[in-house]
């Protein structure tokens, strides 16, 4: 049973949560209660729960600091069981669910001892104060060649979650959208952008990384003095607004969805989370189907405007990091919004008007106001007077220089301070509190405006760096509200209509009416700038002054680093890691700006401008990967024949995206055995492979002759209709590409096939000769592959065999060898081309895709008689490499001419049109004597069994085996096999003027430290004459 | 991920549906055996890198299959026109650069006025 | 490569118009008893009839067309009126568009030189006959009837399947009917069109490659699942 707990940091009433409707959660281990409506980390707060994590380097506790994207501390490991493992949850972005349950990242601590007593046992007992700002860096560069084994411990010791170890539950999917609009952020800006862009027609997309939309308007109150809207309290004026976005048809509001990228021409990333508020593992829907946990928007947007608000800063004051520390604004969002008061006796330490809200509204929830610090010398706007009206102290020209207690606040050291000397200048006075809320001010949230390399711009009247709108980077990137640095409700206002207005124009829709709605009068007196507050010691010697809290980052170690040289930011950053990881500098970047230029004597500009990385927020790999994993991870292409190939038990090799057929095992037989026996059928009996994968290109034109000898090496003038002939073609180094069979089908009509991997790309590279060298060639072409199912009949009985099936007069005077003819074959109309890849006498049945099976059913029934066995690319290979044919990609890779294979005679030297490649045949380096060739290799047999040797595939060749390391290698092994038809292994190889030297001995080091040999020869291996394919 | 207008299809269309192809404007010579082997290897293997102004090849793959060229600025990914294959960039390095001198000895002319003036005030 | 300057089409059909080019045409299309009873269809294994009332997407193979692709340049002198007689439908001369009636014949523009003409698939070899008839000069007819298959979408969730799907834009005001286009579609490409919209309801097609059959079958019905599928076979 759940023990019942009345929560005593819950308020009595107020805020967005329901009341009626409790939740039970855990977190590490331990039972508590929040309410609907709750994040986490509001429910962690109401339960009393200070310490939800120790420090990435120090170890020290750390609690809630923020109410948002930019909190650093509460990352928590979320999941009840293995498979729903998530890392790296904010709490304060994770709505409560029933049966929720989080965990602080363990483990961390161990791995760092761990890390620190393997390599440096004296340090780990020193601990922490020994380790300053480029302490990995330093320690642990020297030796190099160790730091793979110190950066896996490293690694670990991040701490930042795990991974599941078993596989994810849910499904994730991916949604393209365009729009006219895109709208970031629902606050009062993007509320009111959004509303003129829909009224006028456009269509638009407004999305807010909260579980509500609203933004800032959610945690506005009365209590804090919050200003009206048209009369209308603000959750009123966001409510009617949200209630026409939605009556809209062309208008999609995510609540949920951070966007997390911004890319070029503006393309947004959106990371919408599904069902993360309702479980861990995503619920079925109403049809009881699976749906998408998270999903990823990628949206194409013709306006973006930025409308993400700004985030507080914190003052840098000594131990501001301890549990009770937080942001001014957060305490206000946690009072007015979740109705969750973080302690109960506040100290403030501010240098603007807009933070007294924290105070107005934590008086108002009956806590108590200590005082507040006020950094300026007499503060006077309405918050202000609000605040002294109510009676609360304030302390002006003074900050927190330093936070008292260990695992929580228990008081605060106020003092005066020179901000300009950088000194105390007056008494330290003790406070005694809980918690202590800072504000130096608003940075606007620029970071999506930073992600296509748009460097931020600094203002000086903002003290904050500004979206540089305007870049080219940025065209059609618009901005509003704080984001952009306006930060009165009336000039938020004001700006974001004239955002929607620039937006629907820019898309050319009328203007609507819509009205900048009146904002009732509040009067706020500037801020004074101030960033770290100096302590009445030295920053090197005052207790620690986080920056960045996340990494754990201090103005001391800031201050170091600038000591010892590191005057850019960017170094800065790395040196110290300050705005690194998940946290991306959301609260620390600009402090520690101002530190460095500070330590510097400079301004801020000066010392640089930070940049922002995608993503804003981490997404998880589901999200990424959408639907493309699995059986959908990458097409798999198959031909009209695959469901004999998988009921017949074939096993598949991968050639680009096809799935062939790579042998069909029988019973027992591993590869070795199937491949054996397909062989010998084939050189036998009858074999037949499904070769439709073939890249195939109908070729039409009068010029169609005349293309293919510009496109192939060899000429195609005399080739007659009805013939066929192997081409070769070359890129214009002449570096062979692809070849293949083609065929005259009429005299302006030919049947172009390439290789399996190459038929796309040789479409579009004769496309682009086409289209951009010889437009005037009366030439078409069209992509012919998946029409075609391809049956290669081979062996001695494929005459026979195929006559069977056909009415066309297979008679050998009648149909010759490199001849084509057209006919029925099983009653389907078709093709037979007399080509060969294996040597055999050879008939290739190309019938249309939608017959291929029954044909090659057919084919089977017919067959029995003659031995037919089908067969797979691993005996297609063993079969052609006998023959010394090559395959483009396996034999070549891009640097071998055809003189280099040895096929002279594939080569048209005295073609009229110097054909693509042609030229370069006669450049130095391609004339060399000692390019690679193109040879056979016979591994030297010395004893019994050494028949069964197969040299590997890329196996490197020397000439010497005795010459010292390095060796000279000269060659390679492309292609190797076991011949069962010649009994014995071989290889195709390449080796340096391999074509002068048949008949030597080249040397094969093995990995193991023995030397295989083997005799150089021809590279054909069997029926030299090619008799048995012209029977 | 780059949105690109196609000039044959007459529209905008993701990046996915196109394939870069180098950069534009290389001219295979028309007597290949005519030239020096520095020539024809400047033309096989010698490629502008700049960080500016770039004229690139393009194919709309996914789509009409048309090769086209793109002026693209390296370093901010601008596209500043698309043409077809036949036709010369309307703009340049060169354009840009002469239009930003123009625009400068404008600036400096009124500039010179102002300061003309400010001469002549007693 | 490039720099080649644009053809003068006119030129060209003065020189070409007078010859057409010699081609081998057959008709591929066995007898009717025979491809009733040998023919398989790309997606026969996998889009087996299902039923759901409810369902919000709804899926059917319209399978056995005819395919043929179209190249040529209409600014040749004839060559769309050749093309209107052959299939008695316009040739569309605007960039992604799509004319068809209610014969069965369609005709898309793929290209400024290239379209796709889908018919019934008896009459493919009729309708090649018949443009190989009226066309000359230059201009080029191949059947891939085998390599294509065309798959109906339709359904209240019609539309959210696709943005699932393809990057292109397939809202109404940008995807009207008769619009139509190749798309990157998953991690393969595909021809969509807009066909028809009635009562608010869209039917598209998409033009399948045989090979990729199966990869883009599974990927809508993956799609689909969480809307309910109903395939009509
Ligand atoms: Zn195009």
Request: charged share 20%.
């Amino acid at each position: 049973m759940t023990e019942t707990r009345t929560p005593s940091r819950r308020t009595s009433s107020g805020g967005r949560i329901n009341r009626e409707t409790s939740l039970n959660f855990t977190f590490n281990g331990k039972r508590y209660q929040g309410l609907a409506g709750d994040t986490l980390a509001s429910a962690l707060m109401a339960n009393g729960v200070d310490v939800l994590n120790a420090s990435f380097k120090y170890a020290r506790p750390r609690g809630l600091v923020a109410a948002g994207a930019e909190e650093p501390n509460a990352i928590l490991q979320l999941g009840s069981t293995e498979s729903g493992q998530v890392p790296n949850v904010r709490a304060t972005q994770q709505a409560l669910y029933d049966g929720l349950e989080a965990h602080a990242v363990s483990g961390w601590v161990k791995s760092q001892k761990d890390l620190m007593s393997r390599f440096l046992p004296q340090v780990g007992k020193l601990g922490g104060k020994f380790m300053p700002p480029g302490f990995y860096y330093k320690t642990f560069m020297a030796p190099a060649s160790l730091w793979m084994t110190y950066e896996k411990y490293i690694r670990k010791a991040a701490g930042l979650g795990r991974s599941p170890l078993e596989n994810d539950p849910d499904i994730y999917d991916h949604l393209h959208q365009h729009t006219d609009v895109l709208v970031i952020g629902s606050g009062p800006a993007g509320l009111l952008a959004a509303l003129v862009a829909a009224r006028s027609g456009a269509r638009v997309i407004l999305c807010d990384e909260q579980e509500e939309l609203g933004g800032s308007l959610l945690s506005m109150s009365g209590d804090c003095l919050d200003q009206t809207l048209d009369g209308q309290p603000a959750s009123e004026w966001r409510d009617a607004v949200l209630a026409e976005l939605a009556a809209c048809d062309d208008v999609l509001l995510l609540p949920r969805t951070t966007a997390n990228g911004y890319h070029d021409h503006n393309f947004v990333t959106l990371h919408e989370r599904r069902t993360e508020h309702q479980a861990d593992i995503a619920p079925v829907n109403s049809r009881g189907a699976r749906q998408a946990r998270s999903r990823l928007h990628r949206v194409r947007a013709h306006r973006v405007i930025m409308a993400t608000g700004a985030h507080e800063r914190p003052l840098v004051y000594s131990h501001n990091d301890v549990p009770g520390n937080m942001i001014a604004g957060a305490v206000t969002t946690y009072l007015t919004r979740f109705g969750v008061a973080a302690g109960d006796k506040l100290v403030l330490s501010v240098n603007n008007d807009h933070a007294y809200r924290a105070a107005l509204a934590w008086k108002a929830a009956g806590r108590d106001v200590v005082a507040i610090a006020d950094a300026r010398s007499a503060p006077s706007g309405a918050l202000v007077e609000a605040a002294r009206a109510a009676g609360i102290r304030i302390i002006t020209g003074a900050a927190v220089i330093e936070a008292r207690g260990d695992r929580r606040v228990t008081g605060a050291r106020v003092a005066a301070i020179d901000i300009d000397g950088f000194k105390v200048t007056g008494e330290v006075e003790e406070l005694v509190c809980d918690t202590i809320a800072s504000s130096g001010g608003y940075s606007p949230v620029v970071h999506l405006a930073a992600h296509t390399g748009a460097r931020p711009v600094w203002s000086d009247e903002v003290h904050g760096f500004l979206p540089a709108l305007g870049a080219p980077m940025l065209k059609g990137f618009d901005a509003c509200g704080a984001a952009n640095g306006s930060f009165s409700l009336e000039d938020v206002l004001v700006a974001a209509y004239a955002s929607g207005v620039a937006a629907v124009e820019a898309c050319e829709y009328p203007v609507a009416d819509t009205i900048v709605p009146a904002v009732s009068a509040l009067v706020e007196a500037p801020m004074l700038p101030l960033y770290q507050v100096p302590h009445d010691k030295p920053t090197a010697r005052a207790p620690k002054q986080f920056v960045d809290l996340q990494n754990d980052v201090t103005a001391a170690g800031i201050e170091l680093a600038t000591r010892e040289g590191f005057e850019s930011i960017e170094h800065v950053k790395r040196y110290t890691a300050m705005g690194f990881g998940t946290d991306q500098g959301k609260l620390g970047n600009v402090n520690g700006m101002a530190v460095a230029a500070r330590c510097l004597g400079q301004t801020i500009p000066d010392t640089g401008t930070t940049v922002f990385r995608p993503n804003y927020t981490p997404v998880t790999f589901g999200a990424i990967v959408g639907r493309h994993c699995g059986a959908l991870f990458d097409p798999m292409r198959y031909t009209a024949m695959q469901e004999w190939h998988v009921a017949q038990g074939a096993k598949f090799e991968d050639v680009g995206q096809w799935k062939r057929p790579w042998y069909y095992p029988q019973g027992s037989e591993d590869m070795h055995a199937a491949v054996e026996r397909e062989c010998l059928a084939v050189r036998e009996k009858v074999g037949v492979l499904d070769a439709s994968t073939l890249g195939k290109i109908d070729i039409t034109g009068r010029d169609a002759r005349e293309f293919l000898n510009r496109i192939y090496t060899n000429a195609w003038a005399k080739l007659a209709v009805g013939k066929a002939r192997y081409g070769l073609m070359c890129h214009d180094d002449g570096m062979v590409m692809d070849d293949g069979v083609t065929t005259c089908l009429a005299e302006d009509h030919f049947l172009m096939t390439t290789t399996t991997g190459g038929a796309a790309a040789i479409l579009e590279w004769m496309e682009l000769w086409h289209q951009t060298e010889w437009p005037e060639l009366d030439v078409q072409m069209t992509s012919v592959t998946d029409h075609w199912a391809t049956l290669t009949v081979t062996g001695p009985e494929a005459r026979a065999l195929v006559g069977e099936l056909t009415d066309i007069d297979l008679d050998r005077d009648n149909f010759k060898f490199m001849e084509v003819r057209e006919g029925m074959i099983a009653d389907i109309p078709g093709r037979i081309f007399r080509i060969s890849f294996t040597g055999e006498l050879s008939y290739e049945l190309n019938v249309p895709a939608n017959y291929g099976q029954y044909v090659w059913e057919t084919l089977f029934a017919k067959g029995e008689k003659y031995g037919l066995t089908p067969y797979g690319t691993e005996t297609m290979h063993v079969l052609r490499a006998e023959k010394g044919f090559i395959i483009v990609g396996q034999d070549t890779d891009g640097s071998m001419t055809p003189e280099d294979l040895g096929m002279q005679w594939c080569v048209g030297y005295n073609k009229p049109y110097s054909w693509i490649g042609k030229r370069a045949l006669t450049r130095p380096d391609t004339r060399r004597d000692d390019r690679k060739q193109m040879i056979g290799l016979i591994p030297r047999r010395k004893k019994a069994g050494d028949e069964r040797i197969v040299l590997q595939e890329g196996a490197q060749i020397v000439f010497d085996p005795d010459h010292a390391i390095p060796m000279p290698m000269v060659g390679h092994v492309t292609s190797s096999y076991y011949s069962p038809t010649l009994g014995h292994g071989f290889a195709l190889a390449v080796v340096k003027g391999g074509s002068a030297r048949i008949g030597e001995t080249v040397f094969l080091p093995q990995a193991d430290g023995s030397t295989l040999e083997a005799e150089i020869t021809a590279p054909v291996f069997y029926d030299k004459k090619g008799a048995r394919q012209n029977v | 991920m780059m949105h690109i207008f196609c000039p044959y299809c007459g529209e905008l269309r993701e990046e996915e549906e196109f394939h870069a192809k180098g950069q534009a404007h290389i001219e295979r010579p028309i007597e290949p055996e005519a030239c020096s082997d520095a020539e024809w290897g400047d033309y096989l293997f010698f490629r502008n890198n700049p960080r500016g102004i770039h004229h690139e090849l393009w194919i709309h793959a996914v789509g009409c299959r048309k090769y086209f060229n793109i002026t693209r600025h390296t370093v901010t990914y601008e596209i500043l026109e698309t043409y077809r294959m036949g036709e010369q960039p309307g703009i340049t390095a060169e354009t840009l650069a002469a239009e930003q001198l123009a625009q400068s000895a404008a600036a400096s002319a009124a500039s010179s006025t102002t300061q003309q003036t400010g001469d002549a005030r007693p | 490569m490039s720099d080649a300057t644009t053809l003068d089409p006119q030129a060209v059909t003065d020189a070409d118009a007078a010859t057409r080019s010699q081609t081998s045409v057959i008709d591929q299309r066995p007898a009717l008893d025979v491809h009733l009873q040998t023919a398989r269809s790309p997606l026969a294994h996998l889009f087996t009839a299902r039923a759901d009332a409810n369902a919000g997407v709804v899926l059917e193979e319209k399978a056995f067309l005819g395919h043929l692709m179209l190249r040529g340049d209409p600014a040749q002198s004839g060559f769309a009126e050749a093309v209107e007689v052959a299939l008695g439908l316009a040739l569309p001369l605007t960039s992604s568009t799509l004319n068809l009636n209610d014969a069965g014949v369609s005709i898309q523009w793929l290209a400024p030189d290239e379209w796709l003409i889908i018919v019934p698939g008896e009459e493919a070899f009729a309708f090649e006959q018949a443009l190989h008839e009226q066309l000359s000069g230059r201009y080029q007819v191949v059947n891939v009837s085998g390599g294509q298959t065309v798959v109906s979408l339709s359904g209240a969730q019609a539309r959210q399947v696709l943005m699932k799907s393809t990057p292109t834009d397939v809202h109404p005001r940008a995807f009207p009917v008769g619009r139509g286009v190749p798309a990157v579609f998953a991690k393969a490409t595909l021809i969509l069109r807009h066909v028809s919209a009635k009562e608010g309801e869209s039917e598209f097609e998409l033009v399948i490659r045989r090979s990729f059959a199966d990869y883009l079958g599974r990927w809508l019905l993956d799609a689909s699942e969480e809307f309910g599928v109903c395939i009509k076979a």
